[in-house]
């Protein structure tokens, strides 16, 4: 328990360093670009723990690791509100006409020309949302890496496990234990392969789809089939209405109910709850349905038949929607892909997490969504504890989902958060150059700074409140 305990606390600094260095990155190098004075770069918020000065700025660990910041000289009252709970307070209160001189004097000694607010409204700009999108390339590196190095991962099975219900293939004259060989005339070795000729991405009506002429073998003979316009599952999503045959298990989850009953990858798994299984998606519906109820699995290891007793445990899988797992995964092999390809996957995944999360956020705007989807550092770390457990790899994709979240999270509106600076910039070029005065602007981001930290001390709570059991 105590090592899980160390793994979820190194997963979650981990994720937020290396996000908020990203982040706080892109704000330092777009300000050594245009040279702006960069009097502190820090990551954390709050007391300063360590700091050490090289050239013109100084290097800060501070005390609390939620963000970080990049003060520029020039800001004026922006670098009163950034000393704020840093043990470095000015004299004189915010706002203030003393308090006005006391912030200007402190730039007297760098010159005109490097102050932030000397340079033009674009630089500026380019300097605000530098961070947000430093979080969005680190998403894009890290699902190419990840693809690139770890390959492309795919079933190298064809044989059916599964026909669902009420579906193009239950009317096609399928049949579990079919093992796929072409599909429109092309051979076909994964399942990765079936689906891509199966689902095909061009199809955006299914019922003025042409019908998929499919070659199988079946029980020792060759057969001709052809899958009729395919079925719309409730999501919108096309569906073949097959699940390949694939009862072995890949990764097992360190400190997971599977982990704890024996199972190994490569174990072959037979019933579920005394009902036999053909495929990963009848395990996982066993499963899902199970949650606290003691079920019994039986599998094979090299050939010798074993079993035992688990009870699944709850699990959110979704913003407000939980089942039962037992933490493990479908066996699946690599397949190496070109840089180029990895290029074209990361983006796609990039892009993917980015319209997955918008839609989330919306759902969560419109009120769609519960308090269950409401999320703060507590279950950050806990997510991030729960992918390194799963694999290094599966905590890098969870650092890159992090990021987009943080590089759409960033570039809202809000006066304390890149988007809210934009958002003076653009004012102050409606006003034909004129800036938001400064006080205004302080103003808004203090405002902006209670809210937030209001909204954080909220979710930690709810988060406290949900990880307890309540």
């Not at 590196?141 to 044989?159: A, E, N, Q």
């Not at 060989?181 to 199809?203: F, H, M, R």
């Not at 996982?284 to 349905?289: D, E, F, G, K, P």
């Not at 994709?397 to 003076?424: K, Q």
Request: proline residues 4%; negative net charge; glycine residues 12%.
């Amino acid at each position: 328990m105590i090592n899980i305990w160390m793994m979820g606390i190194f997963a979650f600094m981990l994720t937020l360093v290396l996000v908020v260095v990203v982040h706080e990155l892109g704000h330092f190098l777009f300000c050594k670009l245009f040279g702006v004075y960069v009097k502190t770069f820090s990551i954390g918020i709050g007391p300063k723990i360590l700091r050490k000065r090289w050239g013109e700025t100084e290097y800060v660990i501070s005390a609390i690791p939620f963000g970080g910041s990049v003060k520029m000289a020039g800001e004026g009252m922006m670098e009163e509100i950034q000393d704020t709970g840093t043990w470095e307070e000015r004299k004189y209160p915010l706002g203030t006409e003393a308090g006005n001189r006391e912030a200007a004097g402190l730039d007297d000694d760098i010159p005109t020309d490097r102050h932030f607010f000397s340079k033009p409204p674009w630089q500026r700009g380019l300097v605000f949302v530098a961070g947000p999108l430093f979080n969005l390339v680190l998403a894009f590196l890290l699902y190419t890496t990840l693809v690139f190095v770890g390959g492309l991962r795919d079933i190298p099975f064809t044989t059916i496990g599964v026909i669902l219900d009420d579906t193009a293939a239950a009317a096609s004259g399928f049949k579990v234990g079919d093992r796929l060989l072409t599909i429109n005339g092309k051979d076909v070795a994964t399942w990765g392969q079936v689906i891509e000729g199966l689902v095909p991405l061009s199809v955006d009506d299914p019922a003025e789809g042409s019908p998929i002429v499919v070659t199988l073998d079946r029980d020792g003979l060759t057969e001709t089939l052809e899958l009729a316009p395919l079925s719309v599952e409730d999501d919108g999503y096309l569906t073949s209405g097959l699940e390949v045959w694939n009862t072995t298990v890949g990764l097992v989850q360190q400190g997971g109910k599977a982990a704890e009953l024996g199972l190994q990858p490569g174990d072959l798994i037979e019933t579920v709850d005394g009902q036999k299984v053909s495929s990963f998606g009848s395990i996982a519906r066993i499963v899902n349905a199970a949650p606290g109820r003691e079920i019994e699995l039986t599998w094979l290891r090299d050939g010798q038949a074993m079993s035992g007793l688990v009870v699944p445990q709850l699990q959110e899988i979704e913003p407000g929607h939980s089942v039962g797992r037992i933490s493990i995964e479908r066996y699946f092999e690599s397949e190496k892909v070109s840089f180029g390809e990895a290029c074209q996957l990361g983006y796609s995944q990039t892009m993917d997490t980015i319209r997955r999360t918008v839609s989330v956020l919306k759902d969560g705007l419109l009120g769609r969504l519960g308090l269950d989807a409401v999320g703060g550092p507590v279950r950050i770390g806990q997510a991030a504890g729960e992918m390194l457990r799963w694999s290094f790899s599966h905590l890098m994709y969870f650092v890159a989902f992090f990021s987009v979240n943080l590089f759409l999270l960033n570039l809202m509106p809000i006066p304390v958060l890149d988007g809210g600076h934009v958002l003076f910039l653009i004012f102050e070029v409606l006003r034909g150059g004129k800036p938001v005065p400064e006080r205004w602007q302080a103003i808004a981001t203090q405002i902006g700074l209670i809210i937030l930290l209001l909204f954080m001390t909220f979710v930690i709570v709810l988060d406290v409140w949900k990880v307890s059991g309540h």
